[in-house]
């Protein structure tokens, strides 16, 4: 009887160790970790040696021996000793001088994470050493790594993840508690894609001090893609020095940024940092679009940024270097102010609904430089019901040029330090204009002008002024948030013709001027033209050639133009004007597309359906393709002569649309636009246009579109 009580004891004992295995020291051949011997207990420093690759099945995890600090700190995370004799800190880490191959998934990720469970404890990351090749990380899940120093003399290096080799893959990663996620160098194009980033102060530890870290020393920056990624919690900051950054589609969620970087920090760095659909929810967070360079182009574009939350502070977005900044199409409501510290700046076809005294601020060093910040085409209103300090622009040594834009509910429109401006055809509905001038007690200061504004307030004798209206402009609805010039509004046709002015309003409606190039000319004051048409444009659906599924962060080129990118959905909108275009569309993992010859006309979308093919280099480096959209779409007969059957599968009821559209992406005719129930449905092309028509033989292409999802398939009519 005792030796069965002694028997199950010890069972119960090695229950727990069943399926473990301890690791440590230098890996020589290349080896794989299963999920079955998982988990791996790193207990004392890994080395990959170079020119082997070590991978990771699915469902691993390595746990490896981390340290607390609440005993010596450089024992528990700092070499000590010589170069020659070094001593091993008491937390572990994995150095690289070969390859990970670590490609999780969704179901079942890879899991980096210390081997002791209290939250106190934190392991030291994973290092790449100069020469290593490209390493590859996909759905795995890094979580509370702190701080390394290598050797005695080498300094400190961080990041759950640590590049000293230049190059990266990294997919769909989920980064919690780190004391920096991703950091390194950078000697190619890279991107962090799908990626989760969290931060949460544990233990006494210092907080997270950066997400990403990513710098270069290369002559020529960069290019680094951050997309389709999410931030919360608390860090110091996210970017790159010496790298083209852009970001794509990211989300902040009651995100705080600690810390601002400083725009004479930003004037050492070289490189440009971009920033696109990211869209922000309570979160103090710091767009900064810079161009380091006066040759290059930087934006701030198609942001929705919603901070209402008064407790964590406002938010900042803006631009700041020597280049050509954008910031264009953003929606901006709540606590958040725009910061612009570049002077060659466009400031334009925003939405800013404000909460905040002083949304828009200009910082430049030089009021009387050749060139300054351009605002125009902007909706600036203030939505707290207590207006009475309220102020809508000010101006610290600079001279903005500011025309074509509604200034709506400010006790104060402008208020200027060292600087003055230069307002055309604008609708400044109430408030003031501030006197304050620290140059008054030294010299006669710059005072701002105007120039065929429509005005609701008392101006100052001492301002140059000149064919201004005082009225009210007379909006379509304003109390339904409809700011266009109703048909009696005194706006009309009484605003001076700037020679910077775009052919748009805030809408990309057609700026109609009337006069002679030769006369005085006229356009409508405010930030809508009334009774106009939309300028014309591209718009469409990107596409995996292969699998017919959406492809998202495509970027879509026009030489002269500022680029677009494709949703998740594959759709992009590329406001052009009418004109015959040669369009250009790329992506990381794809091989470049031209379009020659796309023909815009006015009030009209040209509908380009683009398949993007994947590149053989995308390939060899691990990118898995999208998961397909399958409703099982497809046409019979294929070839036909002239009629075919398209049928689908539904796998649940919703709205449907079918249209039909030629190799040049032009919608031929619609099939379906209805709601239909679930399961299989058939419908018939006689091979005819809307008009009945019928078609030449060719490629033609069936899209179905239904609760935000779509399939492509391909046909072909031949006579």
């Not at 170069?83 to 179901?107: D, N, Q, R």
């Not at 064919?467 to 046709?493: Q, R, V």
Request: hydrophobic share 35%; glycine share 6%; proline share 5%.
């Amino acid at each position: 009887m005792k030796q069965c009580i002694l028997l199950f004891a010890l069972v119960l004992v090695l229950i727990p160790l069943s399926g473990t295995e301890r690791v440590g020291g230098w890996i020589h051949n290349d080896t794989v970790w299963t999920a079955v011997n998982s988990p791996y207990i790193v207990h004392s420093f890994l080395y990959i040696a170079s020119g082997v690759t070590l991978t990771l099945e699915p469902g691993v995890q390595v746990l490896v021996m981390g340290a607390p600090n609440s005993v010596d700190w450089y024992m528990s995370f700092f070499w000590t000793g010589t170069a020659s004799h070094p001593i091993e800190p008491i937390a572990k880490m994995i150095l690289v001088y070969g390859k990970i191959v670590a490609l999780g998934t969704e179901e079942e990720p890879i899991i980096f994470d210390t081997y002791q469970p209290d939250s106190s404890y934190r392991w030291e990351g994973i290092h790449f050493f100069e020469g290593a090749p490209k390493s590859s990380f996909e759905h795995c899940y890094f979580k509370r790594t702190y701080i390394a120093l290598l050797d005695y003399m080498s300094g400190i290096y961080c990041g759950a993840l640590r590049f000293n080799n230049g190059r990266f893959y990294i997919r769909y990663c989920t980064f919690e508690t780190n004391k920096i996620g991703i950091a390194g160098r950078l000697n190619e194009n890279a991107i962090i894609y799908g990626c989760k980033f969290l931060s949460f102060d544990l233990s006494g530890f210092h907080p997270i001090s950066e997400f990403i870290s990513i710098t270069s020393t290369l002559e020529i920056p960069p290019t680094l893609i951050i997309s389709r990624c999410e931030f919360q919690g608390v860090s110091d900051s996210i970017g790159a020095s010496n790298v083209h950054m852009i970001a794509l589609f990211n989300k902040y969620i009651n995100f705080k940024e600690r810390y601002m970087v400083k725009s004479d920090q930003l004037d050492r760095y070289t490189g440009t940092s971009s920033y696109y659909g990211t869209i922000s929810t309570n979160s103090t967070l710091k767009l900064y679009c810079g161009s380091r360079a006066e040759t290059d182009t930087a934006y701030c574009r198609r942001n929705i940024i919603i901070n209402s939350n008064h407790s964590v502070y406002r938010s900042e977005y803006g631009s700041s270097g020597s280049g050509h900044l954008f910031v264009s199409d953003n929606y901006i409501y709540g606590y958040a102010i725009l910061y612009i510290k570049a002077p060659n700046s466009d400031i334009n076809n925003n939405i800013i609904e404000t909460l905040f005294s002083c949304p828009v601020e200009f910082i430049t060093s030089d009021p009387y430089a050749p060139v300054q910040p351009r605002f125009y085409n902007n909706l600036l209103r203030y939505v707290n019901p207590d207006n009475n300090n309220a102020i809508a622009i000010s101006s610290r040594y600079s001279s903005p040029i500011l025309f074509n834009n509604d200034i709506i509910n400010y006790s104060c429109i402008f208020a200027p330090v060292n600087s003055t401006a230069f307002f055309y055809n604008n609708i400044l509905d109430d408030g003031y204009i501030s006197t304050r001038n620290s140059m008054e007690s030294i010299i006669d200061p710059p005072r701002p002008s105007f120039y065929n504004n429509c005005l609701r307030i008392a101006l100052s004798p001492s301002y140059t002024l000149v064919d201004n209206i005082f009225a009210a402009p007379l909006y379509t609805d304003s109390l339904a948030g409809d700011f266009t010039l109703s048909a009696n509004s005194p706006c009309i046709d009484v605003g001076a013709y700037v020679p910077y002015m775009p052919v748009y309003d805030l809408r990309y409606y057609k700026r109609s001027v009337s006069g002679t190039n030769n006369g005085f000319r006229f356009t409508d004051i405010g930030a809508y033209e009334y009774n106009s048409v939309y300028i014309g444009g591209i718009s469409g659906y990107v596409y995996d050639s292969l699998t017919l599924e959406a492809v998202d962060c495509a970027k879509i080129e026009i030489i002269g133009k500022l680029p677009e990118f494709s949703d998740t959905l594959g759709c992009f909108p590329y406001k052009t004007g009418a004109g015959i275009y040669t369009v250009k569309v790329s992506r990381w993992d794809y091989e470049d597309l031209i379009i020659p010859n796309v023909t815009v006309v006015e009030g009209e979308d040209t509908i380009l359906n683009i398949p993007l093919v994947r590149s053989a280099t995308d390939i060899e480096d691990n990118t898995l393709p999208p998961a397909q959209v399958d409703f099982a779409l497809s046409n019979y007969p294929n070839p036909f002569n002239p009629e075919t059957i398209i049928s689908f599968i539904l796998p649940e009821s919703g709205e449907v649309t079918v249209n039909i559209y030629n190799v040049k992406g032009q919608k031929i005719t619609n099939l379906c636009n209805e709601i239909l129930s679930k399961g299989h449905h058939t419908l018939l092309w006689k091979g005819t246009d809307a008009n009945g028509c019928s078609l030449a033989s060719g490629i033609y292409f069936v899209r179905l579109e239904t609760k935000g999802k779509s399939q492509c398939y391909k046909m072909m009519m031949v006579k």
